[in-house]
């Protein structure tokens, strides 16, 4: 029976420990804010109000670096206020202490936002009209404006949306950003404006319409290739009349045009009205081809117009060959004579040639007429008069530094023609200097945030064969081309976005390579100048350990609680641990010893940002020793239960003291004692006076 009570009281034990140690609900902070939230623009005023519906506290206030309040009691609205408002980085709180000393406290967010001072764009590394086809980088630039996570930019061509741009990275204080955009151009384009837009999107409590600040319109010049207009390429005359042949096209800059091959006979004369450019010819009398060339600074194309005459039978018309422009078997158009066939009579060794600035080139142009009075070269530099009896001529230059040089190889044939065929040659020259840098920024990078590296690459030629290759260490990140067109040397940059990160990029190393890509004909492998590296440096904000420090803690009364404030970040953050001055604590090497409940903030600081965690201390009363006394009362209790049994069955059983000294065995069985055949022997005692027994 002692038994079942003894297990039933300590299975007890458990259940009373966790009822009892369970201490006091954790009430929610009474406090309420209206507003909830504000956003507030720079430098104007601010009212909060605060209060709660608790009756029995001690008081209630507002803790702030600017507009905070004492301690006020009896009171159950207490108000923030301030007049103009210029702390980017302020954090009011409404705290209230409740009468058992406990204090809880609300955090009031405010957004302060600010519209930029400027907005502009510009076309990132260009300047003058736009070609056709290229790419090119707009930039908007967007000065001092806060807070960057709620910026988006947007792009306009007229009155269309192109794109938005948004940014994660979280900063309160104003910052320069930019943004871009690719674009590439067509000929539709010519004449447009683009504009980009920053508006701050604050959300349903921020300014509707959004605050925007609009760039003024930046308006674009497209050039593009001499294009024909569409028109008869071959026309029916009778013979003797006259005849107009329409050569239109377009291009910007507006092209020149030129007629070649044309007839002698009769008059000609060009006239020009806007795009249209027709020849007008007098008297023709015989079939013949007329060469159209078209030409403005980015290229040149060749129109041919067949004028077919209408002879009666009786006439025997001879076709007329003209000098061709291209090195290319010609024929000419069938009439009432036999066609006659004229091969191109040149030939260059080397179709097509590049060379080195400075270096020397030779090229020969050869012949398989042997029919004419004469070949030589032209050019600005190594041209050779008129050679005859020769089927060889050499172009030879020791230094080529004719940026611009056009060589024309010719021959003179008996027909009193003179073919002519142009040696293409590209003149190229490595930079004198390439670099790298970050645009528009000189301290460390911040984790999240994005910038623009920018690749100077001084004095190159030609434009056109540019490649600009960027890498993170030895990883190749993108290629940029160029489509403009450029034979003489120029600085040139190009540009790349990134963003980096703590884990991927601080250390690394960035560079940028100038490749001339100069075809088959070129160097191999190709001619190549490559920047230093660029070493980055990330900073990132602190970030607390939160497993070392929960947001809530119990301690029990009269014992000290040690609260362990740990950061990552860089640069190594600055802890501070922000608390009621008149709690007992003890601070040593950034973490905090408690003694009592309360509210206790861990802050930690570096360049980057601030990061803290508010850690509250809750008081469990320490029930150890009531337990103890419980238990040892309980022990009593069952020993003096345990002795009240004893004795009420030593009361049942006849106890006393004994000697069996001089005891001696009767022979009468009297069933005291067992003995053999089943016979009891008596066994003499003589009692004691005191009840102990002793054998």
């Not at 008297?283 to 159209?292: F, G, L, P």
């Not at 600009?468 to 290629?479: A, F, S």
Request: glycine residues 6%; proline residues 8%; hydrophobic residues 35%.
């Amino acid at each position: 029976m002692c038994e079942i009570i003894f297990s039933r009281i300590f299975l007890g034990f458990p259940v009373l420990l966790l009822w009892m140690a369970g201490g006091l609900a954790h009430a929610a902070c009474p406090l309420e804010l209206n507003p909830p939230r504000l956003v507030v623009r720079y430098g104007d005023s601010v009212s909060v109000n605060c209060s709660t519906s608790s009756t029995d506290h001690e008081g209630m206030g507002w803790e702030a670096t600017f507009g905070g309040t004492s301690l006020e009691q009896d009171v159950r609205v207490v108000t923030w206020t301030v007049k103009n408002l210029t702390d980017w980085t302020i954090q009011p709180k409404c705290y209230i202490t409740s009468e058992d000393g406990k204090q809880c406290l609300e955090t009031f967010p405010v957004i302060l936002y600010k519209i930029p001072d400027r907005v502009s764009i510009s076309v990132l590394s260009h300047s003058g009209p736009m070609v056709e086809g290229t790419q090119y980088q707009l930039q908007c630039d967007i000065q001092n404006i806060a807070p960057l996570q709620n910026l988006v930019v947007k792009w306009y061509k007229g009155n269309e949306p192109l794109d938005n741009v948004t940014y994660s990275n979280v900063s309160k204080r104003p910052e320069d950003v930019s943004a871009t955009l690719m674009i590439s151009p067509s000929r539709d384009d010519d004449g447009d404006q683009y504009r980009c837009r920053a508006e701050l999107d604050l959300g349903p409590e921020g300014p509707q319409p959004h605050p925007t600040v609009t760039s003024e319109p930046l308006n674009i010049t497209v050039h593009y290739a001499p294009e024909f207009l569409p028109g008869n390429d071959t026309v029916e005359v009778s013979a003797g009349s006259d005849v107009s042949l329409d050569c239109s096209a377009e291009g910007n800059p507006p092209p020149e045009l030129r007629w070649t091959n044309n007839t002698a006979e009769g008059n000609a004369i060009e006239t020009t009205v806007g795009r249209l450019r027709t020849l007008n010819i007098s008297r023709v009398t015989a079939n013949a081809t007329y060469n159209c060339i078209v030409t403005n600074r980015l290229g040149s194309i060749t129109k041919q117009i067949h004028v077919l005459v209408d002879v009666p039978p009786q006439q025997h018309p001879t076709m007329l060959s003209t000098a061709p422009s291209t090195p290319e078997t010609m024929t000419t158009l069938p009439g009432t004579a036999k066609p006659k066939v004229v091969t191109f009579p040149l030939e260059l060794n080397s179709p097509r040639v590049v060379v080195r600035y400075g270096d020397s080139v030779s090229v020969n142009c050869s012949t398989s007429s042997t029919d004419h009075d004469g070949m030589g070269w032209e050019a600005t530099f190594g041209g050779t008069r008129l050679e005859e009896h020769v089927n060889v001529v050499t172009w030879t230059v020791d230094n080529l530094t004719d940026w611009t040089i056009e060589p024309k190889c010719y021959i003179n044939l008996i027909d009193g023609e003179q073919p002519s065929i142009v040696l293409p040659v590209i003149l190229y020259k490595t930079p004198d200097r390439v670099s790298i840098s970050v645009l528009n920024h000189s301290d460390p990078m911040v984790e999240g945030t994005q910038y623009q590296l920018q690749c100077d690459i001084q004095n190159i030629a030609p434009l056109q064969n540019l490649v600009v290759k960027w890498y993170k260490g030895n990883e190749p990140l993108d290629n940029v081309t160029y489509g403009n067109v450029s034979k003489r040397p120029e600085d040139v940059s190009a540009t790349l976005m990134i963003s980096p990160s703590r884990d991927d990029d601080d250390g690394d190393q960035y560079r940028c390579r100038a490749e001339l890509d100069l075809g088959p004909e070129g160097p191999q492998p190709h001619p190549t100048v490559t920047s230093e590296p660029l070493s980055i440096t990330v900073h990132y904000k602190p970030c607390i350990n939160a497993s070392r420090l929960p947001v809530r803690i119990p301690v029990f009364r009269g014992y000290p609680e040690e609260l362990v404030c740990e950061a990552e970040g860089y640069p190594q953050p600055r802890i501070k641990w922000v608390y009621d001055p008149a709690k007992h604590v003890s601070e040593a090497g950034g973490n905090l010893t408690v003694f009592e409940a309360g509210l206790y903030n861990c802050t930690a600081t570096n360049d980057v940002a601030t990061s803290f965690i508010v850690v509250e201390v809750v008081l469990n009363e320490d029930y150890l020793p009531l337990i103890a006394g419980f238990v040892a009362f309980m022990v009593v209790v069952i020993s003096v239960i345990f002795v009240v049994i004893y004795s009420i069955y030593y009361k049942n059983n006849k106890m006393g003291r004994y000697s069996l000294k001089k005891a001696k065995l009767s022979s009468t069985p009297n069933g005291n004692v067992a003995q053999n055949g089943g016979r009891d022997t008596p066994l003499p005692m003589t009692k004691l006076s005191q009840p102990n027994i002793y054998f």
